[in-house]
C-alpha cells in the first residue's frame, strides 16, 4: 500500500522558515518524480517544486529563489525547506509521487496535506 505523509507544517510568522518532509512507503521512491503542491482557500491546487528521479527539479514562480527541495532516497523521503515566508504561502502542502521509470511510469499517488500559515 503506497503511503505520502507529510510533516512539518504548522504557524510562522513572515519572513520565517520552515521545513515540510513526506515519508513514503510501499512504491520504488527512486522511481518517482517528487513534488509539493499547494492549495489556499477558494484556489486551485498549484506546483510548489518537484524533483525527478534524475535530481532535476522544478519550481512555481512564485517561491522561486524562497524555496529549496531535495530528496533522500535512501529514507524515502523528499523535504521543501521554504525561506523568507509571507502570509500568501499560508495553504495545505501536499506531497505527490509520480512515476518516471519503468515500470512505475504514470503512477500517481498523493499524500493527505500539511497546513502551513503564515501569520503574526
Known amino acids: 500500500q503506497v503511503q505520502l505523509v507529510e510533516s512539518g507544517g504548522g504557524l510562522v510568522q513572515p519572513g520565517g522558515s520552515l521545513r515540510l518532509s513526506c515519508a513514503a512507503s510501499g512504491l520504488m521512491f527512486s522511481h518517482y518524480t517528487m513534488g509539493w503542491y499547494r492549495q489556499a482557500p477558494g484556489k486551485q491546487r498549484e506546483l510548489v517544486a518537484s524533483?525527478?528521479?534524475?535530481?532535476?527539479?522544478n519550481y512555481g514562480d512564485s517561491v522561486k529563489g524562497r524555496c529549496t527541495i531535495s530528496r533522500d532516497n535512501a529514507k524515502k523521503t523528499v523535504y521543501l525547506q521554504m525561506n523568507s515566508l509571507l502570509p500568501e504561502d499560508t495553504a495545505v502542502y501536499y506531497c505527490n509521487a509520480h512515476g518516471d521509470r519503468w515500470p512505475v511510469n504514470d503512477f500517481d499517488a498523493w499524500g493527505q496535506g500539511t497546513l502551513v500559515t503564515v501569520s503574526s
Open positions: 524533483i525527478t528521479s534524475g535530481d532535476g527539479t
